[in-house]
């Protein structure tokens, strides 16, 4: 039997393309709210930035909308109750980041969006440790207790050059810091709650040719961290 994926706020489409590869799709809310006990995984995606006040942070320039940030914690609420797991690209990310305790770089000020870049993912048995990914985005997830970093950024930048509203609190954990440069992160690009079944990943997949490197990399983690998976079945 297939598996049935609720995408919240399929604004182009291209989401639902990418996450129905692995289930039906279903679009509509009301239908989610409805009877989320049929669903097998919730899907967050991009768009505006999450609102500083769900972390607890001032706002630095954040652009927000609060109308879906409530519209998305009644569905996170939903989905948790029933213990639905959950999946997010970019301010999807960030959100199920915000909602596990995590807090955010609210910009980036050297320029992180736009273009292609290589992620490293942070496993040392990954098959595979390189990939390009694409982006958009200007902030940074830093992830809360019970977070796992599994990709990063290949370059890193100052943390100067990061709007934080709580720049002085120690990050060990919460981001990877580089070994060569002091006082340099990477970027956080996917990460994992085991215990939430949440795997997210910050760059877009789904503007990629779907059976790209970086595409699959993603659903494999998702088959493994929501669906729990054994690596061995997934291949």
């Known amino acids: 039997m297939d598996r049935l994926i609720y995408v919240e706020n399929d604004y182009d489409g291209r989401y639902g393309r990418f996450w129905g590869t692995l289930g039906e ?29 769900l972390y607890n942070h001032k706002n630095l320039g954040s652009h927000n909308n609060p ?16 213990k639905i797991p959950l999946t997010g690209i970019c301010r999807g990310s960030q959100f199920l980041n915000v909602m596990m305790g995590g807090t955010m770089v609210q910009h980036l000020e050297k320029g992180h969006g736009g273009g292609r870049h290589i992620m490293q993912t942070t496993q040392p048995d990954d098959d595979v440790r390189d990939m390009e990914v694409t982006s958009s985005h200007h902030q ?14 290949e370059k890193s ?17 919460q981001v990877l810091w580089s070994k060569e440069d002091e006082g340099e992160i990477y970027m956080t690009e996917a990460f994992a709650y085991p215990n939430a079944n949440i795997f997210a990943v910050q760059h877009h997949p789904e503007w990629q040719d779907i059976n790209g490197v970086a595409p699959q ?8 961290h929501c669906f729990e998976e054994s690596m061995e079945a997934v291949s």
């Open 140 to 153: 940074m997830s830093v992830l809360g207790d019970g977070g796992v970093l599994l990709g990063v950024s």
């Open 67 to 82: 109308r879906r940030d409530d519209t998305e914690q009644e569905v996170y609420d939903v989905a948790t109750k029933w």
């Open 25 to 53: 799709v279903i679009r509509d809310r009301d239908i989610f709210l409805a009877r989320p006990q049929d669903f097998d995984l919730v899907c967050f995606t991009g768009g505006e930035d999450v609102s500083p006040c």
């Open 217 to 224: 990399w993603v659903l494999n983690m998702i088959r493994t």
């Open 157 to 173: 930048i100052p943390w100067s050059l990061c709007k934080y509203d709580a720049p002085d609190t120690p990050m060990d954990g």
